[in-house]
């Protein structure tokens, strides 16, 4: 607790809204207004001596604003551990061996207060009307239907830089999923870095190798990605050491199109091309169905 307060002066008397009753109340808060959850929680957990006089909106507030959010990211990824411990290794495991993770963003309305616009920003959507935003990246697990980290960046984050922030929380034998916004170089570039492999849908444009791919009508290739003097320009600003990369395209036909794959998963031998078809069902079914339906396949 200690760390995750903001004074060290913060709950340090008893209290009602002690720090494990704050915590089990925001965690199990649905739809209501503050004070009926106040109300309901404390009226269960001491039905004999509650008076709902007592505790206010205010006060919640107040007590809210003494701890940080670092208390509710380590109880994630505790509750992510716990969880893992207990499901047996198989139940995991999904695809040749491997945790497929899908990471995907999205834009998050927050709270219109002038220190929420200060640190987010703000958006003009289609009506003119400026509104408080934030970027949202998740990172979930497809075979167990779990979210395991989330990153929260302003209004003018980037979705890649979000989900490099992922990769500390994921492991060897992760393989990582991406919709078509998220390839660029320097983003591979991190991941054979880090040693961390990787399946991205690409658009039909993402390169001048892969338009050649299309092209060709190849079901399959293994190539060296091309890197300009911009590409590698950018990967130094990231800070990354420039190596070759190496990379399979894989063309995947469907019932509902033809989809380009890039991945780390070079061995055509231990990754046959027709297994595949059952890992791009499982994106299709999980965090990239929407954008399926709604934009062409290239």
Not at 63 to 87: H, M, N
Not at 113 to 122: K, L, M, S, V
Not at 238 to 251: A, N, T
Not at 282 to 296: C, E
Request: net charge positive; proline share 3%; aromatic share 10%.
């Amino acid at each position: 607790m200690e760390k995750h307060r903001v004074s060290e002066h913060d709950f340090t008397r008893k209290s009602a809204l002690s720090f494990p009753n704050l915590i089990e109340l925001i965690l199990n808060t649905s739809h209501n207004s503050i004070k009926s959850e106040l109300d309901t929680y404390f009226g269960q957990k001491n039905p004999q001596s509650y008076r709902k006089q007592l505790l206010t909106k205010g006060a919640f507030t107040k007590a809210r604003s003494k701890f940080k959010e670092t208390a509710l990211i380590e109880l994630l990824r505790q509750s992510v551990a716990c969880f893992y411990r207990k499901v047996p290794l198989k139940q995991r495991s999904n695809w040749h061996g491997f945790r497929t993770l899908a990471i995907d963003g999205s834009d998050l309305a927050v709270p219109d207060y002038p220190e929420i616009r200060n640190t987010f920003g703000a958006h003009t959507n289609d009506s003119e009307v400026s509104v408080p935003m934030a970027k949202l990246s998740f990172l979930y697990d497809t075979t167990l239907d779990m979210p395991i980290d989330v990153q929260l960046g302003d209004n003018y984050a980037s979705e890649r830089d979000l989900a490099v922030s992922h990769l500390a929380q994921t492991q060897e034998n992760d393989l990582l999923l991406y919709d078509r916004g998220y390839y660029a170089h320097w983003f591979v570039l991190q991941h054979v870095l880090q040693q961390r492999d990787f399946c991205f849908r690409l658009r039909g444009n993402a390169n001048t190798q892969v338009k050649h791919f299309i092209q060709s009508k190849k079901k399959q290739a293994v190539i060296t990605l091309e890197d300009t003097k911009g590409m590698q320009q950018k990967a130094l600003e990231k800070g990354l050491e420039i190596v070759p990369l190496e990379v399979r395209l894989i063309r995947i036909k469907t019932a509902k199109g033809s989809y380009v794959l890039m991945t780390s998963l070079i061995d055509k031998k231990r990754y046959p091309m027709k297994d595949f078809y059952s890992m791009i069902y499982t994106i299709l079914d999980g965090v990239l169905r929407k954008a399926i339906k709604s934009k062409k396949p290239f």
